[in-house]
Structures are given as C-alpha cells and as structure tokens.
C-alpha cells in the first residue's frame, strides 16, 4: 500500500476543497481507509473513515455534516469532501490506511500501519 495524498492548499473561510488519497501500491479493497489531520501544536486527530468493502463511513462528530469521505473503487482513491471551512480547520490532512481494524479503534492513529505524506490545508478568515 502506497498512499499519496493530495489536493491541500490556501482557501477563505466558508469555501470548500476535497481532498484526494490515492493507493499506487494495490488496491484498498478490504481496507478501512481514514482522514485524520494534525495542527501545528495539537495530536493527530480522526476525522473520517471509510470500509472500501461496503462503503460504510464513520466521522469524528464535530465534522458529520460538514465533511464527507467517499471512495471511488475505479480510481482506487478515497476523496474527503470539507465544505463550509473554518479557520480552525487548518492542519496537514494525512490518510491511513489498515486491511484489519477492531470498529472502536477507527479513530486511533495507531490502528492504522499505512500513511500518506500529509497534504497541508490553510483556511484563511
């Protein structure tokens, strides 16, 4: 597994940007594919996942609603939707990825062994 990240960069508050996560490596069928993001001072922190099988999605709460995940099983990519962006909504973006996960520990980075690069997203007020 091989994972690029992409599709960070500068926007105003109130825009929207997606974000790309793209396995090289092989296919993410049987894996659970998460967006987790870090703050300059603060811990990783879980935003969404998705099972490739079956499609099921799970978000961090303060993000349901404003953030979606999907995936597109031809293009092998995972996609984070962020729409309405805050300020604080400011972080480097990385995506995960890991073939077996216990559903509790979804939001736990290190319940994940593969990792993309970090995609850095700046949302200015």
């Known amino acids: 597994v091989q994972l690029q990240a992409s599709g960070g960069g500068l926007a105003q508050a109130g825009a929207s940007l997606t974000l790309s996560c793209v396995n090289s490596?092989?296919?993410?069928?049987?894996?659970?594919v998460a967006w987790f993001r870090q703050a300059p001072g603060n811990e990783r922190e879980f935003v969404a996942n998705?099972?490739?099988?079956?499609?099921?999605?799970t978000y961090t709460d303060s993000l349901k609603g404003r953030f979606t995940i999907s995936r597109d099983i031809n293009e092998n990519t995972v996609y984070l939707r962020m729409n309405s962006l805050k300020p604080e909504d400011t972080a480097v973006y990385y995506c995960a990825a890991s073939s077996r996960i216990i559903s509790s520990q979804i939001g736990v980075p290190s319940s994940y062994g593969h990792w993309g690069q970090g995609t850095l997203v700046t949302v200015s007020s």
């Open positions: 490596g092989r296919t993410f069928r049987g894996y659970n």
């Open positions: 998705i099972r490739w099988n079956g499609g099921t999605t």
